[in-house]
């Protein structure tokens, strides 16, 4: 059962280097910032894929820090556009 979820944690990193160059090749603004995004959201799974294959309990602390910041980035961003769309 570990190989297949450590196996399932790479296919989804790898899903989600193809989808990051993807939208890194979008001109729009949000684009790119969903980019970022993507990435955390993946690594997040990723992470939690990995913590249940292996039964390390960091993987999950990791993946917890990373589901905050990817939250404030996401805030920010909205805040960002906002003082940009009043200009």
Excluded: H, K, W
């Excluded at 790479?10 to 979008?26: H, K, S």
Aim: proline share 2%.
């Amino acid at each position: 059962m570990a190989e297949f979820l450590l196996a399932a944690a790479g296919l989804v990193f790898l899903l989600a280097m193809v989808a990051l160059a993807r939208a890194l090749r979008r001109p729009a603004v949000a684009d790119r910032m969903m980019a970022p995004l993507l990435l955390c959201t993946s690594g997040i799974a990723a992470l939690l894929l990995v913590a249940a294959a292996t039964g390390n309990a960091a993987a999950l602390d990791v993946a917890l820090v990373l589901a905050l910041l990817a939250g404030f980035a996401s805030v920010a961003f909205i805040l960002a556009a906002r003082r940009l769309g009043e200009r």
